[in-house]
């Protein structure tokens, strides 16, 4: 349930309908539009209580809401969010790139990768310390070494880090090294982790379940919201179909979707969407066209010898700056900004 009131309510006709709400044992949480208020009620709301809402000061209606989901919803936050991470605004008016390998591997090559993601013009370093793999004998990744490598490398290029945390006893090491913290797909529903990032005070990129629904995505956001920590970014990434040309089925139409039933912002992997290097490109733009806030790309200096074997969805370098300077002039036709290094705009 919400309770609108009009932007010009005070603050105090405000507090007191919060005070009304907690007092019945409820959270509220208060919502500030640019036309109206917004005061969310989680929690089993009482019919008299929904009619003393009502006839409060400033209370313009009281509408109970259907969806499982309440924090992610828009109908509880009808503005965008926009989070902010040292100076870079992620789902506001600028396209945020976060760019780099499926894992890393070493020093030298996260070092190397970074230099060319901060030279293509992108504001996040990406690569996977921790590697949930198909396979039990396959790489699972460098572990907490990876993280350091990564973090320094992110500080010498003056780059944002994200990477997978797998595991509820991973969070906090990863928090200590990454600036946000990435739920691969198959975690999505991995509610004791989600509970723990709830609490973890370090953004969230949450990816879609190769075979979820919107409402099921959105119930899962609903749990690290649902701990305290607002800072969520939603990913679609692929889902699975019948099939079997591209890895997964990049579907553009969450991109849109997502941003009508929720505030929280939305980020696109082509890499793992169509799992083919020549079709990253293409999806890229799309996504940028859809509506995306950001992407997420894998690009490596070697992608045929990438420890991963996923070498085969990632970008060379050249070709991931050219997609950059492409980005540039394609952002501000559906209201967003980016710059290269390259261009002056």
């Given at each position: 349930?919400?309770?609108?009131?009009?932007?010009?309510?005070?603050?105090?006709?405000?507090?007191?309908?919060?005070?009304?709400?907690?007092?019945?044992?409820?959270?509220?949480?208060?919502?500030?539009?640019?036309?109206?208020?917004?005061?969310?009620?989680?929690?089993?709301?009482?019919?008299?209580?929904?009619?003393?809402?009502?006839?409060?000061?400033?209370?313009?209606?009281?509408?109970?809401?259907?969806?499982?989901?309440?924090?992610?919803?828009?109908?509880?936050?009808?503005?965008?969010?926009?989070?902010?991470?040292?100076?870079?605004?992620?789902?506001?008016?600028?396209?945020?790139?976060?760019?780099?390998?499926?894992?890393?591997?070493?020093?030298?090559?996260?070092?190397?990768?970074?230099?060319?993601?901060?030279?293509?013009?992108?504001?996040?370093?990406?690569?996977?310390?921790?590697?949930?793999?198909?396979?039990?004998?396959?790489?699972?990744?460098?572990?907490?070494?990876?993280?350091?490598?990564?973090?320094?490398?992110?500080?010498?290029?003056?780059?944002?880090?994200?990477?997978?945390?797998?595991?509820?006893?991973?969070?906090?090491?990863?928090?200590?090294?990454?600036?946000?913290?990435q739920v691969g797909t198959r975690n999505?529903?991995?509610?004791?982790?989600?509970?723990?990032?709830?609490?973890?005070?370090?953004?969230?990129?949450?990816?879609?379940?190769?075979?979820?629904?919107?409402?099921?995505?959105?119930?899962?956001?609903?749990?690290?919201?649902?701990g305290g920590n607002p800072n969520v970014?939603?990913?679609?990434?692929?889902?699975?179909?019948?099939?079997?040309?591209?890895?997964?089925?990049?579907?553009?139409?969450?991109?849109?979707?997502?941003?009508?039933?929720?505030?929280?912002?939305?980020?696109?992997?082509?890499?793992?969407?169509?799992?083919?290097?020549?079709?990253?490109?293409?999806?890229?733009?799309?996504?940028?066209?859809?509506?995306?806030?950001?992407?997420?790309?894998?690009?490596?200096?070697?992608?045929?010898?990438?420890?991963?074997?996923?070498?085969?969805?990632?970008?060379?370098?050249?070709?991931?700056?050219?997609?950059?300077?492409?980005?540039?002039?394609?952002?501000?036709?559906?209201?967003?900004?980016?710059?290269?290094?390259?261009?002056?705009?």
């Amino acid at each position: 349930m919400i309770v609108i009131a009009g932007v010009q309510t005070p603050e105090e006709h405000i507090q007191a309908i919060v005070e009304v709400i907690e007092k019945e044992g409820l959270q509220a949480h208060v919502s500030r539009g640019s036309d109206r208020t917004i005061i969310g009620l989680i929690g089993n709301v009482e019919p008299k209580l929904a009619e003393h809402l009502r006839q409060m000061k400033g209370v313009e209606n009281v509408v109970k809401i259907s969806k499982s989901y309440k924090l992610a919803s828009r109908d509880f936050h009808p503005e965008n969010t926009v989070i902010s991470i040292k100076g870079v605004n992620i789902g506001g008016d600028e396209l945020v790139i976060m760019g780099g390998p499926c894992a890393v591997e070493s020093a030298a090559q996260i070092d190397e990768i970074a230099a060319r993601v901060k030279a293509a013009g992108a504001q996040v370093l990406r690569g996977g310390a921790f590697k949930p793999r198909t396979g039990p004998y396959s790489f699972q990744g460098t572990g907490v070494e990876g993280l350091i490598m990564m973090a320094e490398a992110g500080q010498k290029h003056g780059l944002l880090t994200i990477t997978e945390v797998m595991t509820p006893e991973y969070v906090d090491i990863c928090v200590e090294y990454a600036d946000i913290l990435q739920v691969g797909t198959r975690n999505m529903q991995n509610f004791d982790l989600l509970r723990k990032l709830g609490t973890c005070g370090k953004p969230v990129l949450l990816k879609r379940g190769f075979s979820s629904t919107y409402d099921e995505f959105l119930n899962a956001a609903e749990y690290i919201l649902a701990g305290g920590n607002p800072n969520v970014m939603l990913c679609e990434r692929g889902i699975r179909t019948f099939e079997s040309y591209t890895r997964n089925t990049l579907d553009l139409s969450a991109i849109p979707v997502l941003h009508q039933l929720s505030h929280l912002p939305v980020i696109s992997d082509p890499s793992h969407g169509t799992g083919r290097r020549e079709l990253v490109v293409p999806m890229t733009k799309a996504s940028v066209a859809a509506g995306a806030d950001g992407l997420i790309i894998e690009m490596h200096t070697d992608p045929d010898n990438s420890m991963t074997g996923d070498g085969v969805q990632s970008l060379f370098p050249d070709q991931f700056a050219d997609l950059l300077k492409d980005l540039e002039l394609l952002a501000p036709a559906v209201g967003k900004t980016f710059h290269t290094p390259g261009i002056v705009s």
